[in-house]
T-cell receptor, first 115, second 112 residues
Framework: AQSVTQLGSHVSVSEGALVLLRCNYS??????LFWYVQYPNQGLQLLLK??????LVKGINGFEAEFKKSETSFHLTKPSAHMSDAAEYFC?????????????FGKGTMLLVSP | EAGVTQSPTHLIKTRGQQATLRCSPI?????VYWYQQALGLGLQFLLW???????NRGNFPPRFSGRQFPNYSSELNVNALELEDSALYLC???????????FGEGSWLTVV
C-alpha cells in the first residue's frame, strides 16, 4: 500500500522568501513521486516528477524537489516565492509495478504568498 | 496540442438523478483516469480505462461507472445521485507505457 503525508495544510510565506512544502511517502516498492499544483477553479498541473536517476528534480516555474530515500521524503522548494505561486500543491506517489492508477495523493498544502 | 478536455464544466442535478461527465484525452493517449475531489476528502481515485477496458477502480460503489470509447474518450456515469457526490470530477490521461498523468480542468457536479 502507498500513502502520502503532506505536513501543513497551509503554508504562508512572503514574496521573495523561500518556499518549502513537505511531503513524506510510504511505499512498499520503489516509488514514482510527483508534485502537482492546482490554481483556483482549475485542474491539476504537473510541476515535476521523480522516477529513477538523479534525485534532485527540477520542474516548471522554478520549483525543484529532492528524493531522499532514507528519509522517505520528497520536499518541494523554490528559492524565491512569487505572488503567482499562491495555489494548492499536491504530492503524489505511484508504483512502477502496480500501475499508475495507484497514484495516491496527499491532502494538499495551500501556499499563501503575501506582499 | 490540446490537453485533456472535459465537459460539462458545471452540472447541477437533483438527488436520485443520473449524471454523465465526458472526457477527451490528449491525442495519442490511450489511458484515461477519473478522480473525485470532494471537499474535505482530497483526491480519490475512481476509475482507470485503457484500450477500452476498465483496468482498475477505486473504493466507490457500483453506481459510479463509466466506459471508454474506441477513440479513447471516456464518460463517467453516476447513478442515483446523493448529496455527497457533489465534487469536482477530474479526468486525466497518459500514454500506456508512460508514467505521467495529465489532468483536465474538471467538471463540477452539484447535487441538490
Amino acid at each position: 500500500a502507498q500513502s502520502v503525508t503532506q505536513l501543513g495544510s497551509h503554508v504562508s510565506v512572503s514574496e521573495g522568501a523561500l518556499v518549502l512544502l513537505r511531503c513524506n511517502y510510504s511505499s512498499s516498492v520503489p516509488p514514482y513521486l510527483f508534485w502537482y499544483v492546482q490554481y483556483p477553479n482549475q485542474g491539476l498541473q504537473l510541476l515535476l516528477k521523480y522516477t529513477t536517476g538523479a534525485t534532485l528534480v527540477k520542474g516548471i516555474n522554478g520549483f525543484e524537489a529532492e528524493f531522499k530515500k532514507s528519509e522517505t521524503s520528497f520536499h518541494l522548494t523554490k528559492p524565491s516565492a512569487h505572488m503567482s505561486d499562491a495555489a494548492e500543491y499536491f504530492c503524489a506517489v505511484s508504483g512502477p509495478y502496480t500501475g499508475y492508477s495507484t497514484l495516491t495523493f496527499g491532502k494538499g498544502t495551500m501556499l499563501l504568498v503575501s506582499p | 496540442e490540446a490537453g485533456v478536455t472535459q465537459s460539462p464544466t458545471h452540472l447541477i442535478k437533483t438527488r436520485g438523478q443520473q449524471a454523465t461527465l465526458r472526457c477527451s484525452p490528449i491525442s495519442g493517449h490511450t489511458s484515461v483516469y477519473w478522480y473525485q475531489q470532494a471537499l474535505g476528502l482530497g483526491l480519490q481515485f475512481l476509475l482507470w480505462y485503457d484500450e477500452g477496458e476498465e483496468r482498475n477502480r477505486g473504493n466507490f460503489p457500483p453506481r459510479f461507472s463509466g466506459r471508454q470509447f474506441p477513440n479513447y474518450s471516456s464518460e463517467l456515469n453516476v447513478n442515483a445521485l446523493e448529496l455527497e457526490d457533489s465534487a469536482l470530477y477530474l479526468c486525466a490521461s497518459s500514454l500506456s507505457e508512460e508514467n505521467t498523468i495529465y489532468f483536465g480542468e474538471g467538471s463540477w457536479l452539484t447535487v441538490v
